[in-house]
Structures are given as structure tokens and as C-alpha cells.
């Protein structure tokens, strides 16, 4: 499975190009499940997300010369409202949750303690951390939901998960139509797709190191 997904991964830009000239305008839907699924649905943080968009982004100035069926604005509307919908759902998702795990008094990782640091933090550096984590894979998925459980300003989540959806998806798109068909990329589109999966994996290690440099400080 893990071989599989890599494989997919690593040839996205040619099931990107297959699908579009199998399914025709369809193939928006596809891309909004995978956009929504990967940030809507805690279960689904492997699915691409920035490879996606670099990739659709790419496929779309290829239109220009022949009939792939994705248009740069379309893209924009459709996964932008995708993110932001997930996103949503995934708040919703920590909100009914929250109240109804973190109860138990004398619990290690369900006290209510954590659900009142939880809100503390996100009513501080929520908006912020809403934005920020759209660029970070797997905190992309974990962000909404953990502001749903610390109950952030509902006002406040909609306004920045909307400014995260769209700065997200429209830099990657506008990337990958821009530079997605230079000769070079072109010739190395699964070199440039691996690099930036791995590229945005790096605020999670080096998250993970300070945090065992940390510890073994202590």
C-alpha cells in the first residue's frame, strides 16, 4: 500500500493528465474530494495535497495547447471552496468531539485542563495557526480539528480559514502554471513532486528534533 501511494505520488502529474483527458470536466470533482478529504477528514492526512495542486496547476497551463479540460480560474474557485469546506468540517468535527472526551478530572490526556489550554492558545494564536498550517502537511489536518476542540471564535476560524484556503491553494496552482512546464521542471516534474512533499516535511522534523533535544535536556 505504502509502495503503491508513493508510486502514485511520484507520477502524479501523468494519472493528473490521464484523468483529465478521460473524465473531462469531472475530473473537478475528483480534485475537489482529494482537497477535501485531505483537509477535512482526520483520517486522510496522506493524501496529496501540495504535490496536487503544484501538479494541477501544471496540467492546466498545458490546456492552453490541447484539450486536458482544467482551467486555471476554475481551479481556483473549486479547490479553494474544497479547503475551505474541509477545513470547516474538520472545526465542526473537534467542536462535537471536544466537550465529550476532555471530562475526566483525573485523566493524564483527557482533562478539561487541556481543553481550556487548547482554547487559551487558539484564541491567542489561532489565526495565525490556521494560516500557517495550511502549508504543513499533517498539521494541515490536525490544525482545524484541534481548533474545533479548544472551541476557537467561530468568526475568527471562518475569516482565516478562508485567507489559509485561498493563499494555499493559489500559490501552489499559480506555481505549478507558471513553472510547472519549464523545460527543466518538466523533464523532472517527479524530482520537483518528491522535493516538495519532502520540503514541506521539514517543519515537522525539525519540530520532532527540538522536541527530543528538549527532553533530553530535561
Known sequence: ???????????????????SSTYGPAVYGILFLIIFCET??????????DSLLFVAGAVAAMGSANSHGLRLPDLLLVLSLAAFLGNAVNFQIGRFIGPKVFHWEKSRWFNPHHLASAHAFYEKHGGKTVVISRFVPLLRTFAPFVAGVGDMTHQRFYLFNAIGAVLWVSSLLVAGYY???VPFIKGHLTLVILSIVAVTLIPIMYAGLKARMHMKKK
Open 1 to 19: 500500500m505504502i509502495s503503491h501511494l508513493f508510486s502514485y505520488i511520484a507520477h502524479l502529474d501523468s494519472h493528473l493528465i490521464d484523468a
Open 40 to 49: 477535512g477528514l482526520v483520517i486522510f492526512p496522506f493524501l496529496p495535497g
Open 179 to 181: 513553472f510547472g512546464n
